[in-house]
């Protein structure tokens, strides 16, 4: 009954890590390094919480999410992609500037700083019946089918791998590259749509680190989501043995650390055995 409980509360723990992760992986073959997704996180729920309450409307609060995720996603293409910018600092700007914007919006619309209203999310009986869940299932088969057996994901892949030879086959660099950080903008709001709905509430902050996370199960998965996918698993199911641990004996700063802990070691045994695309991180210049 137990390991029931826990193989479940792994599975929701998990669901925006995998969006997350899965999102990260296209704009990353494509040849954007995407730091941003903490801030398209918060914007997922943010958007997901205001749409909710003042239409009462799930589906609304989903779409509002989306529609937040993708317009942040587009001023990092734009500033990336168009201008050319640093990736990682414009990745770490964007998750500042999403951080206070929300802050800001929650004392604008709730009178609060820290909180927004109650919405009642999907209420799902089980994970299992939560659409949000299922969509993160078909967000990883889709994703892997996309990248490795379509055109498109050719396309992305190559842009990539060498931006010159896929301007040279008369495919726009740009767009790819705009268009895998889109679909990363989509998918990590989704994420945190999903983390909206289930706290039933958006706070300040609520991201914690999620992104970040996501973005070493994306290097662990060797930039594929199905890998990806497996190791959002991994990361959940240490985020939820932290939870468990804090009825036992071991001290309370210790367990908390136990996710972040996992992810270094983790990561530091991947190094060097995953491959990066080898144009990532590099503007394309004509």
Avoid at 230 to 241: H, I, T, V
Wanted: with cysteine.
């Amino acid at each position: 009954m137990e390991a029931a409980i826990f193989l479940m509360q792994v599975l929701r723990i998990s669901v925006p890590y995998v969006f997350t992760s899965v999102g990260a992986t296209f704009s990353e073959r494509g040849g954007v390094i995407n730091l941003a997704l903490e801030g398209l996180i918060l914007a997922g729920a943010f958007g997901a919480a205001v749409g909710q309450h003042f239409s009462g409307s799930a589906a609304v609060g989903v779409c509002a999410g989306m529609a937040l995720g993708l317009l942040v996603a587009l001023l990092h293409a734009f500033v990336t992609v168009t201008l050319k910018a640093d990736q990682i600092v414009t990745g770490i700007a964007i998750n500042i500037l999403v951080m206070g914007s929300t802050r800001f919006g929650l004392s604008l619309l709730f009178g609060s700083s820290m909180n927004s209203e109650r919405i009642e999310g999907i209420g799902a009986a089980t994970v299992f019946q939560d659409p949000i869940f299922l969509a993160a299932i078909a967000a990883v088969v889709i994703g892997q089918f996309v990248l490795f057996r379509t055109p498109y994901g050719l396309r992305l892949r190559a842009a990539g791998e060498s931006a010159e030879t896929v301007e040279a086959a008369g495919i726009d660099v740009g767009r790819m590259r705009y268009s895998g950080v889109l679909i990363s903008g989509v998918l990590a709001a989704l994420g945190g749509v999903f983390l909206a709905f289930q706290q039933h509430s958006f706070t300040d902050n609520m991201s914690a680190g999620r992104g970040y996370i996501a973005l070493a199960a994306m290097i662990i998965g060797n930039w594929t989501p199905l890998g990806a996918a497996l190791a959002s698993l991994l990361f959940a199911a240490a985020e939820s043995l932290e939870l468990w641990l804090q009825t036992g004996f071991l001290p309370t700063q210790l367990v908390q650390a136990l996710p972040y802990v996992i992810t270094l070691v983790v990561l530091a045994g991947f190094v060097g055995k995953s491959r990066a695309p080898k144009e990532i991180g590099v503007p394309y210049e004509k």
